[in-house]
Protein backbone atom coordinates (compact mmCIF):
# COMPACT_ATOMS: atom_id res chain seq x y z
CA UNK A 1 0.00 0.00 0.00
CA UNK A 2 1.30 3.02 -0.99
CA UNK A 3 1.56 6.14 1.28
CA UNK A 4 -1.43 8.09 0.23
CA UNK A 5 -3.35 5.00 0.49
CA UNK A 6 -2.43 4.34 3.74
CA UNK A 7 -3.35 7.73 4.66
CA UNK A 8 -6.73 7.72 3.14
CA UNK A 9 -7.77 4.15 4.36
CA UNK A 10 -6.40 5.23 8.13
CA UNK A 11 -8.72 8.46 8.24
CA UNK A 12 -11.66 7.31 6.23
CA UNK A 13 -11.27 4.06 9.70
CA UNK A 14 -11.18 7.68 11.57
CA UNK A 15 -14.30 8.86 10.06
CA UNK A 16 -16.60 5.88 10.83
CA UNK A 17 -15.74 5.85 14.35
CA UNK A 18 -15.07 9.60 15.52
CA UNK A 19 -18.05 10.81 17.27
CA UNK A 20 -17.92 13.12 19.95
CA UNK A 21 -17.12 16.47 18.61
CA UNK A 22 -13.58 18.04 17.98
CA UNK A 23 -12.44 17.47 21.43
CA UNK A 24 -13.18 13.61 20.75
CA UNK A 25 -11.56 14.00 17.29
CA UNK A 26 -8.51 15.15 19.48
CA UNK A 27 -8.13 12.49 21.33
CA UNK A 28 -9.07 9.52 18.46
CA UNK A 29 -6.05 11.26 16.00
CA UNK A 30 -3.61 10.70 19.06
CA UNK A 31 -4.45 7.34 19.90
CA UNK A 32 -4.41 5.68 16.23
CA UNK A 33 -1.62 8.23 15.32
CA UNK A 34 0.68 8.68 17.63
CA UNK A 35 0.60 5.63 20.07
CA UNK A 36 -0.76 2.87 17.68
CA UNK A 37 1.22 4.16 14.49
CA UNK A 38 3.75 6.10 15.70
CA UNK A 39 3.37 8.68 12.71
CA UNK A 40 4.41 11.96 14.65
CA UNK A 41 5.70 12.83 18.17
CA UNK A 42 3.47 14.02 21.12
CA UNK A 43 5.35 17.11 20.63
CA UNK A 44 4.81 17.61 16.79
CA UNK A 45 1.21 16.85 17.41
CA UNK A 46 1.00 19.77 19.91
CA UNK A 47 2.62 22.01 17.27
CA UNK A 48 0.11 21.16 14.72
CA UNK A 49 -3.16 21.41 17.18
CA UNK A 50 -1.38 25.04 18.18
CA UNK A 51 -1.53 25.75 14.73
CA UNK A 52 -5.47 24.76 14.29
CA UNK A 53 -6.71 26.44 17.18
CA UNK A 54 -5.12 29.87 16.23
CA UNK A 55 -6.99 30.09 12.63
CA UNK A 56 -10.08 30.09 11.81
CA UNK A 57 -11.69 26.65 10.55
CA UNK A 58 -12.69 23.28 11.76
CA UNK A 59 -9.95 22.72 14.08
CA UNK A 60 -10.16 18.80 14.10
CA UNK A 61 -10.34 18.60 10.16
CA UNK A 62 -7.45 20.90 9.97
CA UNK A 63 -4.91 19.04 12.63
CA UNK A 64 -5.59 15.81 10.49
CA UNK A 65 -5.27 17.56 7.16
CA UNK A 66 -1.99 19.01 8.45
CA UNK A 67 -1.23 15.64 10.03
CA UNK A 68 -1.79 14.18 6.48
CA UNK A 69 0.76 16.71 5.12
CA UNK A 70 3.70 16.02 7.77
CA UNK A 71 3.27 12.32 6.32
CA UNK A 72 2.47 12.73 2.89
CA UNK A 73 2.69 16.38 1.12
CA UNK A 74 -0.44 18.13 -0.22
CA UNK A 75 -1.20 14.81 -1.70
CA UNK A 76 -1.52 12.99 1.99
CA UNK A 77 -3.26 15.92 3.38
CA UNK A 78 -5.88 15.65 0.71
CA UNK A 79 -5.99 11.98 1.39
CA UNK A 80 -6.51 12.41 5.12
CA UNK A 81 -9.17 15.39 4.60
CA UNK A 82 -11.02 13.43 1.92
CA UNK A 83 -11.00 9.93 4.27
CA UNK A 84 -12.05 11.47 7.43
CA UNK A 85 -14.91 13.41 5.98
CA UNK A 86 -16.54 11.07 3.65
CA UNK A 87 -18.77 9.21 5.59
CA UNK A 88 -20.63 12.47 7.17
CA UNK A 89 -20.46 13.53 3.76
CA UNK A 90 -22.64 11.00 2.29
CA UNK A 91 -24.77 11.24 5.65
CA UNK A 92 -25.51 15.08 5.04
CA UNK A 93 -25.89 14.96 1.55
CA UNK A 94 -28.38 12.45 1.54
CA UNK A 95 -30.21 13.44 4.36
CA UNK A 96 -30.64 17.07 2.74
CA UNK A 97 -31.73 15.24 -0.48
CA UNK A 98 -34.31 13.28 1.25
CA UNK A 99 -35.50 16.12 3.63
CA UNK A 100 -36.22 18.25 0.46
CA UNK A 101 -37.55 15.59 -1.38
CA UNK A 102 -40.12 13.81 0.99
CA UNK A 103 -43.55 15.80 1.23
CA UNK A 104 -44.46 16.65 5.14
CA UNK A 105 -40.95 15.76 6.63
CA UNK A 106 -40.65 19.38 7.86
CA UNK A 107 -43.97 18.34 10.70
CA UNK A 108 -42.53 14.70 11.15
CA UNK A 109 -41.85 14.49 15.06
CA UNK A 110 -38.65 13.12 14.49
CA UNK A 111 -37.52 16.28 12.98
CA UNK A 112 -38.46 18.20 16.19
CA UNK A 113 -36.67 15.81 18.07
CA UNK A 114 -33.71 16.37 16.22
CA UNK A 115 -34.15 20.32 16.60
CA UNK A 116 -34.74 19.97 20.49
CA UNK A 117 -31.68 17.84 20.54
CA UNK A 118 -29.91 20.46 18.76
CA UNK A 119 -30.99 23.17 21.42
CA UNK A 120 -28.87 21.03 23.99
CA UNK A 121 -26.10 20.17 21.61
CA UNK A 122 -25.17 23.92 21.41
CA UNK A 123 -26.42 24.63 25.41
CA UNK A 124 -24.20 21.89 26.37
CA UNK A 125 -21.67 23.30 24.25
CA UNK A 126 -21.66 26.66 25.31
CA UNK A 127 -21.59 26.14 29.14
CA UNK A 128 -17.76 23.93 28.43
CA UNK A 129 -16.76 26.95 26.06
CA UNK A 130 -17.66 29.57 28.15
CA UNK A 131 -15.84 27.89 31.18
CA UNK A 132 -12.93 27.35 28.75
CA UNK A 133 -12.66 30.71 26.98
CA UNK A 134 -14.34 33.20 29.18
CA UNK A 135 -12.28 32.01 32.05
CA UNK A 136 -12.09 35.86 34.21
CA UNK A 137 -14.63 38.87 34.24
CA UNK A 138 -12.89 40.63 31.12
CA UNK A 139 -13.62 38.03 28.81
CA UNK A 140 -17.27 36.94 30.12
CA UNK A 141 -17.92 41.28 29.67
CA UNK A 142 -16.78 41.08 25.87
CA UNK A 143 -19.23 37.28 25.57
CA UNK A 144 -22.03 39.56 27.00
CA UNK A 145 -21.06 42.43 24.66
CA UNK A 146 -20.62 40.21 21.52
CA UNK A 147 -24.06 38.67 22.63
CA UNK A 148 -26.09 41.40 23.01
CA UNK A 149 -24.43 43.02 19.81
CA UNK A 150 -25.46 40.24 17.49
CA UNK A 151 -29.26 40.52 18.44
CA UNK A 152 -29.26 44.48 17.74
CA UNK A 153 -27.03 44.26 14.58
CA UNK A 154 -28.78 40.98 12.50
CA UNK A 155 -27.02 39.18 9.49
CA UNK A 156 -23.10 38.32 9.10
CA UNK A 157 -21.74 41.84 9.44
CA UNK A 158 -23.39 42.32 13.17
CA UNK A 159 -21.27 38.56 13.26
CA UNK A 160 -18.22 39.82 11.83
CA UNK A 161 -18.00 43.49 13.82
CA UNK A 162 -18.39 41.63 17.39
CA UNK A 163 -15.43 39.01 16.46
CA UNK A 164 -13.46 42.12 15.80
CA UNK A 165 -14.61 44.17 18.61
CA UNK A 166 -13.65 40.83 20.90
CA UNK A 167 -10.38 41.38 19.40
CA UNK A 168 -9.43 44.98 20.07
CA UNK A 169 -10.82 44.79 23.70
CA UNK A 170 -8.41 41.68 24.19
CA UNK A 171 -5.50 44.09 22.75
CA UNK A 172 -6.61 46.89 24.83
CA UNK A 173 -7.48 44.99 28.17
CA UNK A 174 -5.85 42.12 28.21
CA UNK A 175 -2.00 41.26 29.30
CA UNK A 176 -0.43 39.74 26.35
CA UNK A 177 0.60 35.93 26.50
CA UNK A 178 3.66 35.20 28.58
CA UNK A 179 4.87 31.81 26.33
CA UNK A 180 5.25 31.84 22.71
CA UNK A 181 3.88 28.92 20.58
CA UNK A 182 6.35 26.46 19.30
CA UNK A 183 8.08 25.98 15.55
CA UNK A 184 6.46 23.46 13.10
CA UNK A 185 8.38 22.14 10.19
CA UNK A 186 6.94 21.64 7.25
CA UNK A 187 7.39 20.10 3.44
CA UNK A 188 5.64 22.95 1.86
CA UNK A 189 7.57 25.74 1.06
CA UNK A 190 7.47 29.35 1.75
CA UNK A 191 6.24 30.00 -2.01
CA UNK A 192 3.91 27.13 -2.24
CA UNK A 193 2.07 28.54 1.29
CA UNK A 194 2.31 32.26 -0.44
CA UNK A 195 0.10 30.87 -3.13
CA UNK A 196 -2.19 28.93 -1.37
CA UNK A 197 -2.98 31.77 0.97
CA UNK A 198 -3.30 34.35 -2.04
CA UNK A 199 -6.38 31.38 -3.09
CA UNK A 200 -7.38 31.84 0.10
CA UNK A 201 -7.60 36.03 0.19
CA UNK A 202 -8.62 35.91 -3.46
CA UNK A 203 -11.88 33.89 -3.43
CA UNK A 204 -12.68 35.64 0.44
CA UNK A 205 -12.77 38.99 -1.67
CA UNK A 206 -15.36 37.46 -4.45
CA UNK A 207 -17.61 36.15 -2.01
CA UNK A 208 -17.77 39.46 -0.25
CA UNK A 209 -18.79 41.26 -3.78
CA UNK A 210 -20.96 38.88 -4.54
CA UNK A 211 -22.92 38.91 -1.31
CA UNK A 212 -22.96 42.75 -1.98
CA UNK A 213 -25.31 41.79 -5.03
CA UNK A 214 -27.42 38.60 -4.02
CA UNK A 215 -26.44 36.13 -1.38
CA UNK A 216 -25.00 33.11 -2.32
CA UNK A 217 -24.58 29.92 -0.68
CA UNK A 218 -21.13 29.34 -1.63
CA UNK A 219 -20.06 32.87 0.15
CA UNK A 220 -22.04 32.54 2.69
CA UNK A 221 -20.28 29.06 3.13
CA UNK A 222 -16.73 30.54 2.28
CA UNK A 223 -17.10 33.48 4.31
CA UNK A 224 -18.05 30.78 7.32
CA UNK A 225 -15.35 28.68 6.38
CA UNK A 226 -12.70 31.75 7.07
CA UNK A 227 -14.24 33.69 9.63
CA UNK A 228 -14.82 31.30 12.50
CA UNK A 229 -12.47 29.93 15.14
CA UNK A 230 -12.71 26.57 16.70
CA UNK A 231 -15.59 25.36 13.63
CA UNK A 232 -18.47 23.30 15.34
CA UNK A 233 -21.09 25.01 16.89
CA UNK A 234 -19.05 28.10 16.37
CA UNK A 235 -20.39 28.23 12.52
CA UNK A 236 -23.47 28.14 13.42
CA UNK A 237 -24.07 31.69 14.00
CA UNK A 238 -22.71 33.07 10.81
CA UNK A 239 -24.53 30.38 8.94
CA UNK A 240 -27.83 30.97 10.23
CA UNK A 241 -27.51 34.55 9.46
CA UNK A 242 -26.47 34.05 6.08
CA UNK A 243 -28.70 31.59 4.64
CA UNK A 244 -31.77 31.27 7.23
CA UNK A 245 -32.66 35.10 7.47
CA UNK A 246 -32.62 35.54 3.31
CA UNK A 247 -35.00 32.94 2.91
CA UNK A 248 -32.59 30.42 1.40
CA UNK A 249 -33.82 27.87 4.09
CA UNK A 250 -36.30 27.92 6.29
CA UNK A 251 -35.50 27.21 10.16
CA UNK A 252 -37.36 24.34 10.49
CA UNK A 253 -35.22 22.33 8.11
CA UNK A 254 -32.14 24.42 9.04
CA UNK A 255 -31.93 23.21 12.97
CA UNK A 256 -33.11 20.03 12.09
CA UNK A 257 -30.40 19.13 9.89
CA UNK A 258 -27.66 20.59 12.67
CA UNK A 259 -29.23 18.51 14.94
CA UNK A 260 -28.57 15.66 12.61
CA UNK A 261 -24.93 16.03 12.36
CA UNK A 262 -24.68 15.85 15.99
CA UNK A 263 -25.42 12.69 16.16
CA UNK A 264 -22.80 11.19 12.70
CA UNK A 265 -19.13 10.98 13.33
CA UNK A 266 -16.51 12.89 11.70
CA UNK A 267 -16.82 16.96 11.05
CA UNK A 268 -19.55 18.70 11.85
CA UNK A 269 -18.72 21.24 9.06
CA UNK A 270 -20.31 18.42 7.02
CA UNK A 271 -23.42 20.10 7.42
CA UNK A 272 -22.63 22.02 4.24
CA UNK A 273 -22.90 19.12 2.36
CA UNK A 274 -26.64 19.26 3.99
CA UNK A 275 -27.07 22.87 3.24
CA UNK A 276 -26.19 22.43 -0.30
CA UNK A 277 -28.46 19.74 -1.04
CA UNK A 278 -31.28 21.17 0.78
CA UNK A 279 -31.04 24.66 -1.58
CA UNK A 280 -30.28 22.41 -4.67
CA UNK A 281 -32.73 19.52 -4.40
CA UNK A 282 -32.69 19.12 -8.26
CA UNK A 283 -28.65 19.16 -7.95
CA UNK A 284 -28.16 17.62 -4.75
CA UNK A 285 -25.51 15.70 -5.29
CA UNK A 286 -23.58 19.14 -6.67
CA UNK A 287 -24.73 21.06 -4.46
CA UNK A 288 -23.87 19.19 -0.98
CA UNK A 289 -20.52 18.85 -3.07
CA UNK A 290 -20.16 22.29 -3.25
CA UNK A 291 -21.59 23.30 0.34
CA UNK A 292 -18.53 20.90 1.47
CA UNK A 293 -15.70 22.48 -0.46
CA UNK A 294 -16.86 25.99 0.26
CA UNK A 295 -16.94 25.23 4.31
CA UNK A 296 -14.08 23.26 4.39
CA UNK A 297 -11.51 24.98 1.66
CA UNK A 298 -10.91 28.44 3.77
CA UNK A 299 -9.63 26.51 7.02
CA UNK A 300 -7.48 23.88 4.91
CA UNK A 301 -6.13 26.73 2.85
CA UNK A 302 -4.73 28.69 6.06
CA UNK A 303 -3.30 25.98 7.45
CA UNK A 304 -1.56 24.66 4.79
CA UNK A 305 -0.33 28.09 3.55
CA UNK A 306 0.64 29.09 6.87
CA UNK A 307 2.53 25.74 7.89
CA UNK A 308 5.78 27.23 6.70
CA UNK A 309 5.55 30.73 8.41
CA UNK A 310 4.73 28.89 11.47
CA UNK A 311 7.90 29.73 13.13
CA UNK A 312 7.58 33.14 12.11
CA UNK A 313 4.27 33.85 13.27
CA UNK A 314 4.74 31.86 16.53
CA UNK A 315 6.36 35.15 17.48
CA UNK A 316 3.61 37.73 17.76
CA UNK A 317 2.06 37.47 21.11
CA UNK A 318 -0.22 40.41 19.66
CA UNK A 319 -1.49 37.54 17.55
CA UNK A 320 -2.08 35.48 20.34
CA UNK A 321 -3.55 37.98 22.52
CA UNK A 322 -6.54 39.00 19.56
CA UNK A 323 -7.27 35.36 19.83
CA UNK A 324 -8.29 35.17 23.55
CA UNK A 325 -11.21 38.07 22.88
CA UNK A 326 -12.37 36.11 19.81
CA UNK A 327 -12.64 33.17 21.60
CA UNK A 328 -15.01 35.09 24.32
CA UNK A 329 -16.71 37.11 21.69
CA UNK A 330 -17.67 33.92 19.95
CA UNK A 331 -18.89 32.26 23.16
CA UNK A 332 -21.27 35.52 22.78
CA UNK A 333 -22.30 34.46 19.51
CA UNK A 334 -23.48 31.23 20.21
CA UNK A 335 -25.55 32.38 23.22
CA UNK A 336 -27.11 34.94 20.42
CA UNK A 337 -28.07 32.30 18.63
CA UNK A 338 -29.05 29.80 21.65
CA UNK A 339 -31.51 32.42 22.02
CA UNK A 340 -33.07 33.28 18.73
CA UNK A 341 -33.44 31.24 16.70
CA UNK A 342 -33.16 27.56 18.65
CA UNK A 343 -35.17 28.36 21.73
CA UNK A 344 -37.81 30.68 19.73
CA UNK A 345 -38.14 28.54 16.75
CA UNK A 346 -37.38 25.39 18.58
CA UNK A 347 -39.74 25.49 22.22
CA UNK A 348 -43.40 25.65 21.53
CA UNK A 349 -44.41 23.82 24.02
CA UNK A 350 -43.76 22.34 27.63
CA UNK A 351 -43.52 19.10 26.19
CA UNK A 352 -40.88 20.30 23.94
CA UNK A 353 -39.26 22.53 27.12
CA UNK A 354 -39.66 19.11 28.66
CA UNK A 355 -37.67 17.40 26.13
CA UNK A 356 -34.90 19.65 25.41
CA UNK A 357 -34.02 19.87 29.43
CA UNK A 358 -33.88 16.51 29.50
CA UNK A 359 -31.77 16.18 26.91
CA UNK A 360 -29.28 18.38 28.36
CA UNK A 361 -29.29 16.61 31.23
CA UNK A 362 -28.33 13.67 29.63
CA UNK A 363 -25.11 15.02 27.87
CA UNK A 364 -24.23 17.41 30.60
CA UNK A 365 -25.33 15.27 33.43
CA UNK A 366 -25.29 12.18 32.77
CA UNK A 367 -22.70 12.23 30.08
CA UNK A 368 -25.01 9.76 28.03
CA UNK A 369 -22.47 9.85 24.44
CA UNK A 370 -24.19 12.37 21.95
CA UNK A 371 -25.28 10.27 19.17
CA UNK A 372 -27.88 8.23 21.80
CA UNK A 373 -29.34 11.62 22.97
CA UNK A 374 -29.96 12.83 19.27
CA UNK A 375 -31.16 9.57 18.83
CA UNK A 376 -33.20 9.35 21.62
CA UNK A 377 -34.40 12.44 20.71
CA UNK A 378 -35.90 12.02 17.75
CA UNK A 379 -37.19 8.64 18.45
CA UNK A 380 -39.33 10.13 21.64
CA UNK A 381 -40.70 12.86 19.79
CA UNK A 382 -41.68 10.71 17.08
CA UNK A 383 -43.57 8.19 19.32
CA UNK A 384 -44.71 11.20 21.22
CA UNK A 385 -46.30 12.70 17.70
CA UNK A 386 -47.68 9.69 16.85
CA UNK A 387 -49.15 8.89 20.14
CA UNK A 388 -50.91 12.09 21.17
Not at 363 to 383: D, H, N, Q, S, T
Request: hydrophobic share 55%.
Amino acid sequence: MTAIAEIFWTFLRLGLVAFGGPVAHLAYFRRWLIDERGWLSDAAYAQIIALAHLLPGPSSSQTGFAIGIQRGGLAGGLAAFIGFTLPSAVIMIALGYGMAQWSGTAEAGWIQGLKLAAIAVVANALYGMARQLCPDAPRLVFAAVAALGASLIPGVGGQILMIAVGAGLALIVLPPPTQSLSVLDSPINRRQGSVLLAIFATVLAASVVVNFQATALWAVLYQSGALVFGGGHVVLPLLESGLVTPGLIDSEQFLAGYGGAQAIPGPVFSFGGYLGAQIYPNQALLGGLLGLVMIFAPGMLLVAGLMPFWQSLSRYTRVQQALLGINAAVVGLIAAVLWDPLLTAGIGNGVDATVAAAALLALAGLRIPVYWVVGGCAVGVELITRLG
